[in-house]
């Protein structure tokens, strides 16, 4: 794992990253880390934009 952060243009961009690395079953302790935002960042975009709960993604919800 790389300690490297990752930057996006706007917002969106980082939420649909964070719940395509939640659909691939990353950890939330490694999206924190690879795009440096605490727990409460990584679900709020999932309950937004999906609506669902964040524990119930699996893969090709995103599609």
């Given at each position: 794992?790389?300690?490297q ?16 690395e939640?659909?691939?079953?990353t ?6 880390q690879?795009?440096g ?27």
């Open positions: 794992m790389s300690n952060k990752v930057s996006f243009k706007t917002e969106k961009e980082l939420q649909v990253a964070i719940l395509q939640k659909a691939r079953g950890p939330d302790l490694e999206i924190g690879k795009y935002v605490i727990f409460r960042y990584i679900e709020r975009p999932n309950t937004i934009l999906q609506g669902l709960n964040i524990s119930s993604l699996k893969e090709g919800d995103l599609s």
